[in-house]
């Protein structure tokens, strides 16, 4: 073996996540392939998942947001189904030549420059990425990835310190205000555990929510994706699915037809512990700064002698100059890769 | 292209007067009057058009913590009071300043304790306080802090305690040393622990945040040494604030020029306020030490400007942060920069994609 970038276990690809946290003959990694071409928005998915999962009610209001009223993923929101209204061009095939022409020169208009409604629904949930911010940065142990290769929070041992929030690339995981511990969605672990699929995909009535092995759904991905292409839907792409991507590849992945921001999510996101080792380092200097800055104070004043003297004031300022000149250059330094 | 008919704030494109339109948003007021100045891609009613960009009503895509403003950003603050003061309170000790040295030992140990309390009292269920020991994670800088803490804590401790009762004087010393080594760490691993985050304003200045809050740290510390410390003894606390106050500027300079369009956050709002008035508050802190430090009142008020300029530093920092993750121009405009920037073979989640057609017409071929 050569030597190990450390940046490599902190982001990259990462064929084998369940086995590099320790699990030994694990099942296949599962996921979800959530295809918002055929969701229809009915919300069965979040329904089945706060019944299942016993998630409590988090208020009931009218967002004016289209259908969508419950806003967000959060603390006991762990599927939630956005709803987007859009005018675009009317994509109708030119009409064919009436095969019988009444009025001779009538023309049959097109649907040139008309728009027409379109509504996209996408049912959102946990990425349950294969580098996890929220898993990284957790300070007790709470979150860990299980023999699924999924995340998930340990509810008696998470201590509320809400870490996990910020770190969340996707704006997943949240802290529930009254009894502040960590939420998020657990790929239903208890019925993984069982041989069943998740409540959301059992509950979704169009197939939109897609449960299996990773490595299938990604297959399938594919495929729709290409058949899409086929049918004129040019706008299709796929999200999440790339295992070189900022972060690892999610094992919730979508099947989208507008640009990810659209939908809420970030169009670039990338596991923040990627450039860890580059804080750790930053930090160091940082220390170091310190320790030096100080210590050149101290020799700029000797004891005995006032701070005013001519060579103490010039020892503060020379010392003052190489402080500054370091503290620029080490955060010039910051290597080709960022 | 494709437009979103529905925002957050009504339907477009409709017919005026049909709706009862709310008082805030009728023609007359300055807009944004009687509503949150979202960002918001669309921004017809925004008087300077700015950054287009799309997004999901407006609605954040990170969510910014829950933490309390008082207690983590206390905790940044107290934090570096504690780990930089621990730093002079050994120099002043070697350099036989006893009274400087005994002061900066009672105060990081006050500091420290405030900043544990800080920590433990902004947990969502505080009495776990203990699980933060289970583990030891190098990938999580809070693990990584807890453990700092429990080293740095009872050192602290011990040096301050053995200076005030002048018990075990080689054990005070070797205490203070201890404390003198893990300081700078103290007060460096915050930085990392708000950069670690997906917190646009945040994690884009990792670079250059150790930097800012070593420098804040050690203008805190020398405030404090000013205070505290009688005027004869002062001539180390005048250089360090000059010093930190110097280095800070510089930090945070290059931390605006690093964050692009997110360092608005450093510059607009309650974040942009507390900055301007840490820097003010910095800048006469260490000149008014440096000029007048000799005169006891003045370094009193001189070393209190220090203190009060490096909390607003925090504070503006985490007002700042929790600004960049509340407005999603600050996610997803950096984002999608970086995204179009980028060869197309990488996928940058648009359809217009070369490689994809690449793709297909091979299969034609074959
Ligand atoms: S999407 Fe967020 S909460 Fe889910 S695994 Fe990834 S980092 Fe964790
Ligand atoms: S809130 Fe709970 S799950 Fe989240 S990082 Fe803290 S201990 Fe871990």
Same mark, same amino acid.
Request: glycine share 12%; proline share 8%; with cysteine.
């Given at each position: 073996?050569?030597?190990?970038?450390?940046?490599?276990?902190?982001?990259?690809?990462?064929?084998?996540?369940?086995?590099?946290?320790?699990?030994?003959?694990?099942?296949?990694?599962?996921?979800?392939?959530?295809?918002?071409?055929?969701?229809?928005?009915?919300?069965?998915?979040?329904?089945?998942?706060?019944?299942?999962?016993?998630?409590?009610?988090?208020?009931?209001?009218?967002?004016?947001?289209?259908?969508?009223?419950?806003?967000?993923?959060?603390?006991?929101?762990?599927?939630?189904?956005?709803?987007?209204?859009?005018?675009?061009?009317?994509?109708?095939?030119?009409?064919?030549?009436?095969?019988?022409?009444?009025?001779?020169?009538?023309?049959?208009?097109?649907?040139?420059?008309?728009?027409?409604?379109?509504?996209?629904?996408?049912?959102?949930?946990?990425?349950?990425?294969?580098?996890?911010?929220?898993?990284?940065?957790?300070?007790?142990?709470?979150?860990?990835?299980?023999?699924?290769?999924?995340?998930?929070?340990?509810?008696?041992?998470?201590?509320?310190?809400?870490?996990?929030?910020?770190?969340?690339?996707?704006?997943?995981?949240?802290?529930?205000?009254?009894?502040?511990?960590?939420?998020?969605?657990?790929?239903?672990?208890?019925?993984?555990?069982?041989?069943?699929?998740?409540?959301?995909?059992?509950?979704?009535?169009?197939?939109?929510?897609?449960?299996?092995?990773?490595?299938?759904?990604?297959?399938?991905?594919?495929?729709?994706?290409?058949?899409?292409?086929?049918?004129?839907?040019?706008?299709?792409?796929?999200?999440?699915?790339?295992?070189?991507?900022?972060?690892?590849?999610?094992?919730?992945?979508?099947?989208?037809?507008?640009?990810?921001?659209?939908?809420?999510?970030?169009?670039?996101?990338?596991?923040?512990?990627?450039?860890?080792?580059?804080?750790?380092?930053?930090?160091?200097?940082?220390?170091?700064?310190?320790?030096?800055?100080?210590?050149?104070?101290?020799?700029?004043?000797?004891?005995?002698?006032?701070?005013?003297?001519?060579?103490?004031?010039?020892?503060?300022?020379?010392?003052?100059?190489?402080?500054?000149?370091?503290?620029?250059?080490?955060?010039?330094?910051?290597?080709?890769?960022? | 292209?494709?437009?979103?008919?529905?925002?957050?704030?009504?339907?477009?494109?409709?017919?005026?007067?049909?709706?009862?339109?709310?008082?805030?948003?009728?023609?007359?007021?300055?807009?944004?009057?009687?509503?949150?100045?979202?960002?918001?891609?669309?921004?017809?009613?925004?008087?300077?058009?700015?950054?287009?960009?799309?997004?999901?009503?407006?609605?954040?895509?990170?969510?910014?913590?829950?933490?309390?403003?008082?207690?983590?950003?206390?905790?940044?603050?107290?934090?570096?009071?504690?780990?930089?003061?621990?730093?002079?309170?050994?120099?002043?000790?070697?350099?036989?300043?006893?009274?400087?040295?005994?002061?900066?030992?009672?105060?990081?140990?006050?500091?420290?304790?405030?900043?544990?309390?800080?920590?433990?009292?902004?947990?969502?269920?505080?009495?776990?306080?203990?699980?933060?020991?289970?583990?030891?994670?190098?990938?999580?800088?809070?693990?990584?802090?807890?453990?700092?803490?429990?080293?740095?804590?009872?050192?602290?401790?011990?040096?301050?305690?053995?200076?005030?009762?002048?018990?075990?004087?080689?054990?005070?010393?070797?205490?203070?040393?201890? $404390? &003198?080594? @893990? *300081?700078?760490?103290? /007060? !460096?691993?915050? =930085?990392?622990?708000? +950069?670690?985050? %997906?917190?646009? #304003?945040?994690?884009?200045?990792?670079?250059?945040?150790?930097?800012?809050?070593?420098?804040?740290?050690?203008?805190?510390?020398?405030?404090?040494?000013?205070?505290?410390?009688?005027?004869?003894?002062?001539?180390?606390?005048?250089?360090?604030?000059?010093?930190?106050?110097?280095?800070?500027?510089?930090?945070?300079?290059?931390?605006?020029?690093?964050?692009?369009?997110?360092?608005?956050?450093?510059?607009?709002?309650?974040?942009?306020?507390?900055?301007?008035?840490?820097?003010?508050?910095?800048?006469?802190?260490?000149?008014? $030490? &440096?000029? @007048? *430090?000799?005169?006891? /009142? !003045?370094?009193? =008020?001189?070393?209190? +400007?220090?203190? %009060?300029?490096? #909390?607003?530093?925090?504070?503006?920092?985490?007002?700042?942060?929790?600004?960049?993750?509340?407005?999603?121009?600050?996610?997803?405009?950096?984002?999608?920069?970086?995204?179009?920037?980028?060869?197309?073979?990488?996928?940058?989640?648009?359809?217009?994609?070369?490689?994809?057609?690449?793709?297909?017409?091979?299969?034609?071929?074959?």
């Amino acid at each position: 073996m050569t030597t190990v970038d450390i940046r490599d276990l902190l982001s990259g690809p990462e064929p084998d996540p369940a086995g590099d946290a320790g699990h030994t003959a694990h099942p296949e990694r599962a996921g979800f392939f959530t295809d918002t071409s055929v969701c229809i928005g009915c919300k069965a998915c979040e329904v089945a998942c706060k019944e299942w999962n016993a998630i409590p009610e988090d208020g009931l209001s009218l967002t004016g947001m289209s259908y969508d009223n419950s806003e967000g993923l959060g603390a006991s929101t762990w599927r939630h189904v956005a709803f987007v209204e859009q005018s675009v061009p009317v994509r109708a095939p030119d009409p064919p030549p009436p095969a019988d022409p009444v009025t001779p020169g009538a023309e049959v208009p097109r649907p040139e420059g008309r728009t027409e409604l379109r509504w996209l629904m996408a049912s959102d949930v946990c990425k349950h990425c294969t580098h996890a911010a929220c898993l990284d940065v957790c300070p007790t142990g709470s979150l860990f990835r299980t023999e699924f290769g999924t995340v998930v929070v340990q509810e008696d041992i998470c201590n509320g310190c809400g870490y996990c929030v910020p770190a969340c690339p996707y704006g997943v995981i949240e802290q529930r205000p009254d009894d502040g511990r960590a939420f998020k969605c657990t790929m239903c672990y208890d019925r993984l555990g069982a041989g069943q699929e998740p409540a959301c995909a059992k509950a979704c009535p169009t197939e939109s929510i897609q449960f299996g092995p990773l490595d299938e759904l990604r297959e399938t991905a594919a495929r729709r994706v290409e058949q899409l292409h086929e049918a004129g839907v040019t706008d299709a792409r796929l999200y999440g699915h790339e295992p070189d991507d900022g972060v690892g590849g999610d094992g919730a992945f979508f099947l989208l037809l507008d640009e990810p921001e659209v939908y809420g999510l970030p169009p670039d996101p990338v596991v923040t512990t990627r450039d860890l080792p580059a804080m750790w380092k930053h930090a160091g200097a940082a220390a170091l700064a310190l320790l030096g800055g100080v210590t050149a104070a101290f020799l700029g004043s000797p004891a005995g002698r006032g701070a005013t003297t001519v060579r103490g004031r010039t020892t503060a300022r020379a010392a003052a100059r190489t402080a500054a000149t370091a503290a620029r250059a080490a955060a010039h330094r910051r290597g080709t890769r960022r | 292209m494709t437009g979103s008919d529905v925002t957050r704030d009504g339907p477009r494109g409709e017919r005026p007067g049909r709706e009862a339109v709310p008082a805030a948003l009728q023609p007359g007021k300055p807009p944004g009057t009687g509503r949150r100045r979202k960002g918001k891609g669309r921004g017809e009613q925004l008087m300077v058009p700015r950054a287009e960009f799309r997004s999901y009503y407006g609605r954040p895509v990170v969510k910014a913590p829950a933490w309390q403003a008082r207690d983590i950003a206390g905790y940044f603050f107290t934090g570096g009071l504690a780990g930089a003061g621990s730093v002079l309170a050994a120099g002043a000790g070697l350099t036989g300043r006893h009274a400087t040295a005994k002061a900066m030992k009672v105060s990081s140990l006050a500091a420290i304790s405030l900043s544990t309390a800080a920590l433990i009292h902004d947990l969502g269920r505080p009495e776990r306080f203990a699980n933060m020991l289970r583990v030891i994670k190098p990938t999580s800088p809070m693990s990584v802090g807890s453990w700092l803490l429990a080293g740095y804590g009872p050192a602290a401790g011990a040096a301050a305690g053995s200076a005030l009762t002048g018990l075990l004087p080689r054990a005070g010393r070797a205490a203070t040393g201890v $404390a &003198a080594m @893990l *300081g700078p760490a103290v /007060a !460096a691993y915050t =930085a990392v622990l708000a +950069a670690d985050t %997906a917190v646009p #304003a945040w994690h884009d200045a990792h670079r250059e945040l150790p930097y800012v809050f070593t420098a804040s740290a050690t203008a805190a510390a020398a405030g404090m040494a000013l205070t505290l410390a009688p005027a004869r003894e002062n001539g180390p606390a005048r250089n360090a604030a000059l010093l930190a106050a110097a280095g800070e500027a510089v930090a945070v300079r290059l931390m605006k020029r690093r964050t692009g369009i997110v360092a608005e956050t450093y510059e607009q709002g309650r974040g942009g306020r507390l900055l301007r008035a840490a820097e003010r508050l910095t800048a006469g802190g260490a000149l008014g $030490a &440096a000029l @007048l *430090g000799r005169h006891r /009142a !003045a370094a009193v =008020a001189s070393g209190l +400007a220090l203190l %009060a300029g490096s #909390a607003c530093t925090r504070f503006g920092i985490f007002h700042a942060g929790i600004a960049s993750a509340e407005d999603p121009r600050y996610t997803v405009v950096p984002q999608r920069e970086r995204l179009d920037s980028r060869p197309p073979e990488h996928g940058n989640g648009r359809s217009e994609r070369p490689g994809r057609h690449d793709r297909n017409e091979r299969k034609a071929q074959a």
